[in-house]
T-cell receptor, first 115, second 114 residues
Framework: DTGVSQNPRHKITKRGQNVTFRCDPI?????LYWYRQTLGQGPEFLTY????????KSRLLSDRFSAERPKGSFSTLEIQRTEQGDSAMYLC?????????????FGPGTRLTVL | AQTVTQSQPEMSVQEAETVTLSCTYD???????LFWYKQPPSRQMILVIR??????QNATENRFSVNFQKAAKSFSLKISDSQLGDAAMYFC???????????FGTGTLLAVQP
């Protein structure tokens, strides 16, 4: 399977705990994106990387959130001191930046439940 | 502000019939891309169709086609010969001008009746 993969698929945690999610993009893709999707809503942009550089962060991404993409390959999204409002589906997508039409390929998501 | 709006939370269609899902957007940019994504229950989002703003011709992919009205900032999706497997949440999304990110609408849940 050469698509975008995310682990874990589900995570249940208690309020105040830290969690980390991983995303493995399509191998030749140089851009990687994180989105958050709450029930009944469309995905909302959180941040994106081009290679290893984090180029933009949404104001939705509070200082409890941090994302990394070491060596421009996989990415991790960490949430510190989780709150109940962090409960959502966290989606990762990747794309190949270049001239012309581009599209983002999405992973299956990590569903986070904060108790 | 750049926005994408879907005003139909739910739609229903009979198998083999045609259905149109609506989407409007707002941007002041002249160069942008529009997309329709399908999200089946508990499955990942997949791209259905895309449209470049500079192209006047409406995009078509098999049973899926769009009606792109640039002046009206409208981007509707037509599904012909609906099949049971088309049942899903459909999201309209846009890369509305060199932002390198997608802005999504709130989605339309499509039910296909046998």
């Amino acid at each position: 399977d050469t698509g975008v993969s995310q682990n874990p698929r589900h995570k249940i945690t208690k309020r105040g705990q830290n969690v980390t999610f991983r995303c493995d993009p399509i191998s030749e893709h140089n851009r990687l994106y994180w989105y958050r999707q709450t029930l009944g809503q469309g995905p909302e942009f959180l941040t994106y990387f081009q290679n290893e550089a984090q180029l933009e962060k949404s104001r939705l991404l509070s200082d409890r959130f941090s994302a990394e993409r070491p060596k421009g390959s996989f990415s991790t999204l960490e949430i510190q001191r989780t709150e109940q409002g962090d409960s959502a589906m966290y989606l990762c997508a990747s794309s190949l930046a270049g001239v012309g039409v581009w599209e983002q390929f999405f992973g299956p998501g990590t569903r986070l439940t904060v108790l | 502000a750049q926005t994408v709006t879907q005003s139909q939370p739910e739609m229903s269609v009979q198998e083999a019939e045609t259905v149109t899902l609506s989407c409007t957007y707002d941007t002041s940019e002249s160069d942008y891309y529009l997309f329709w994504y399908k999200q089946p229950p508990s499955r990942q989002m997949i791209l259905v169709i895309r449209q470049e703003a500079y192209k006047q011709q409406n995009a078509t992919e098999n049973r899926f086609s769009v009606n792109f009205q640039k002046a009206a900032k409208s981007f509707s999706l037509k599904i012909s010969d609906s099949q049971l497997g088309d049942a899903a949440m459909y999201f309209c999304a846009g890369e509305l001008g060199a932002t390198n990110k997608l802005i999504f609408g709130t989605g339309t849940l499509l039910a296909v009746q046998p």
